[in-house]
């Protein structure tokens, strides 16, 4: 069938698998491996533009540079010194913050503290003390609007700096307002 093909069609059918297998070779060699590395690089861009917009905001709610660099110093030894507090004082606030709320609480389960590692492997040390992070389970019975009062106030009371890990909502009953949670929650100190 092709032998009965004139040149010139002959011509365009080459030129045609050409371009194709040209295609083919840019997308697999430069678009897909493009593609790969922007996936990897797009939340580290995101968290750093993130980064850059709050310390914009915090530079226009000051009126010089001076007033700006206190305000970051304050906020830095604000955070640090939540670091160096002992995590025993957070585990029976988290008790306290559930009682004065109202919550019933049906266990906090501490566990023992773990260094943090980088990726790498290393432990991360600041000013000779390695970082560690003490994980407490806590599963409490409340109301909505009482979870969300309750993770504010150990946001803004709590001695520790703490990350809430895992947080898992059940309902009690299928219509009850009630709801039965589990919060895995991280402290984190330098001993």
Request: glycine share 2%; with cysteine.
């Amino acid at each position: 069938m092709i032998k009965k093909l004139p040149q010139s069609q002959k011509n365009i059918i080459i030129a045609a698998f050409t371009v194709l297998a040209v295609l083919l070779i840019f997308c697999y060699f430069i678009y897909s491996p493009s593609r790969k590395t922007l996936l990897k690089v797009r939340p580290e861009a995101y968290f750093a533009e993130s980064q850059v917009k709050a310390v914009e905001k915090i530079l226009a709610q000051t009126k010089t540079p001076q007033a700006s660099a206190k305000f970051l110093k304050d906020r830095f030894q604000a955070l640090s010194s939540k670091l160096y507090q002992r995590e025993d004082r957070s585990i029976i606030l988290l008790s306290e913050f559930a009682r004065r709320l109202n919550i019933e609480i049906v266990s906090i389960v501490p566990q023992a503290k773990s260094p943090l590692l980088r990726e790498n492997g290393e432990k991360i040390e600041l000013s000779g003390r390695t970082l560690q992070a003490a994980a407490v389970s806590i599963r409490i019975k409340c109301f909505y609007k009482d979870l969300v009062r309750y993770l504010d106030m150990v946001d803004d009371n709590l001695p520790n700096f703490a990350t809430v890990e895992k947080l898992k909502i059940n309902r009690v009953a299928p219509k009850s307002p009630r709801l039965d949670i589990v919060l895995d929650i991280n402290l984190y100190t330098l001993f």
